[in-house]
């Protein structure tokens, strides 16, 4: 049964970051590894698109307590878990869809989002990651850490599993619904090449998940 985005990870609050920390390949290292591609000023303003409880700017925030955050999530439940973690930081945390928010114009020195962009497509993609683009000051980049599909079959197969699951559900196509679909990752580097970002390059990887660096 399909559930909507929000109430997955409600539903699944507890217990999230030792999930996350323990069963998923590579983020015993992924969260340290990116938040240390983020950038070293202290006052830096950083965006995080489907923040969650924050676990990739943990150790960010640790080592540049004056970092000015703004995190987006659909989940009001794991923003408050996240504030909960740093209640005396500059944190700006926004529930709301990372599609409708506006990011405003060359406000961030980075933005920042694992494991939360792959349950789109590329035609969803290719509008967020040119607002993305505009957000980040001259100079900055865009760290994505994310899984990625096999193969174009695989990813061929992730989308059509999710359109038979909707129609045989009669879910509403306006509603986000927590379904993988990974893009393979050239595809992922061709929607941010189609965004205008540059240098578009692969920093690292663990198994299927990819740390991606992308220049404005
Ligand atoms: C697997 S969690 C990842 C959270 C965090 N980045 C981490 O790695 O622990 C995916 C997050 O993306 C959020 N999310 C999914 N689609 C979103 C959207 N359209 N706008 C904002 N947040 C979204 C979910 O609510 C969830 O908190």
């Known amino acids: 049964m399909l559930e ?52 990739e700017l943990e150790q960010y925030i640790a080592a540049h307590p004056d970092a000015r955050i703004t995190g987006i999530d659909l989940s009001a439940e794991m923003l408050g878990r996240f ?27 980075a933005a920042v989002s694992v494991e939360s962009l792959h349950h789109f497509t590329a035609e969803e993609k290719l509008p967020l990651y040119t607002k993305l683009r505009k957000a980040i000051k001259r100079g900055g980049y865009f ?12 990813e061929r197969m992730y989308f059509e599993n999710l359109r038979v699951l909707k129609k045989e559900q009669g ?12 893009l393979t990752v050239e595809h992922e580097i061709t929607v941010l090449g189609g965004a205008g970002f540059s240098n578009i390059e692969i920093l690292y990887k663990w198994g299927a998940t990819y740390c991606v660096k992308a220049a404005v």
């Open 4 to 55: 909507k985005m929000s109430d997955f990870f409600k539903a699944r609050l507890d217990g999230y970051d030792e999930h996350m920390l323990t069963e998923i390949e590579g983020a015993a290292e992924f969260y340290g590894f990116t938040a240390s591609k983020l950038p070293a000023g202290n006052e830096c303003s950083i965006l995080d698109l489907g923040c969650g409880t924050g676990l």
């Open 83 to 109: 504030k909960e973690k740093f209640p005396d930081n500059n944190l700006n945390l926004i529930c709301g869809s990372y599609f409708d928010v506006p990011f405003g114009e060359r406000r961030f020195d």
């Open 143 to 154: 760290i994505l850490t994310d899984y990625f599909a096999e193969s174009e079959e695989a």
């Open 171 to 182: 879910t509403d196509d306006c509603e986000f619904y927590h379904y993988d679909t990974p």
